[in-house]
């Protein structure tokens, strides 16, 4: 098993600019999560999903999209990226059980100019 | 609302000497808490987990953290750091029970420990 897979590993946008970041899983997990990670801020939760098709807002949604078209994908969409987008972006998954625990991602490094 | 309190920005702890990194937490009901592991340029991995039982958890590589329900803390421990421990250490907390079922954690800002050979 790969995990938790994200894409691309690096990016550099310039204001304005789209993008969409890609976290795919295969361990069959309902609950995907996105999150931004920011010097002295820890993780903030963006937006999670608790199945296919399914999306919710989580702490610091402004600015940001996301889809669950297929269990195994959650997309991270910005439609007009912005400096204050700047962060490492990370994304969890875990099977829903109420004992269970979130499973991380390596991280996608963007960088808005 | 559920938050975590990690007072310490970083902690420096000389090889071989125990090391502790502090957490306290606020969430209503009873609390499951985490603690993960991140090192440079890699994501977040889970250390260890209370959920219900024991007060003490151990965890991996050595480590093991300590639930105080009237303290509301859980503090990583480690009796003999090494070198190796060095890294970004993240305590997070969410409810036994989470009505939306979204199962959302909080995590606090990160300690640093830096181990010095």
């Known amino acids: 098993n790969a995990g938790v897979t994200q894409t691309p590993k690096f990016r550099v946008l310039k204001t304005g600019q789209s993008m969409t970041l890609l976290c795919a899983q295969d361990?069959?997990?309902?609950?995907m999560y996105w999150y931004r990670q920011d010097p002295g801020m820890g993780l903030r939760l963006i937006h999670y999903s608790v199945g296919e098709g399914t999306t919710a807002k989580g702490e610091v949604p402004d600015g940001y999209n996301v889809s669950r078209l297929k269990k195994q994908n959650f997309l991270l969409g910005l439609e007009s990226a912005a400096p204050s987008q700047t962060s490492v972006y990370f994304c969890?998954?875990?099977?829903?059980?109420?004992?269970?625990?979130?499973?991380f991602g390596p991280g996608t490094r963007l960088t808005v100019l | 609302a559920q938050s975590v309190a990690q007072p310490e920005d970083q902690v420096n702890v000389a090889e071989g000497n125990p090391l502790t990194v502090k957490c306290t937490y606020s969430v209503s009901g009873n609390p499951y808490l985490f603690w993960y592991v991140q090192y440079p340029n890699r994501g977040l991995q889970f250390l260890l987990k209370y959920i219900t039982g024991d007060n003490l958890v151990k965890g991996s590589y050595g480590f093991e953290a300590e639930f105080n329900k009237s303290q509301t803390s859980f503090h990583l421990k480690k009796p003999s750091a090494l070198v190796s421990d060095s890294a970004l250490y993240f305590c997070?907390?969410?409810?036994?029970?989470?009505?939306?079922?979204?199962?959302?954690?909080?995590f606090g800002k990160g300690t640093k420990l830096s181990v010095i050979p």
């Open positions: 361990m069959n997990h309902e609950y």
């Open positions: 997070a907390v969410r409810a036994a029970y989470s009505g939306a079922g979204s199962y959302q954690l909080t």
């Open positions: 969890a998954s875990l099977t829903g059980g109420r004992t269970d625990t979130q499973y």
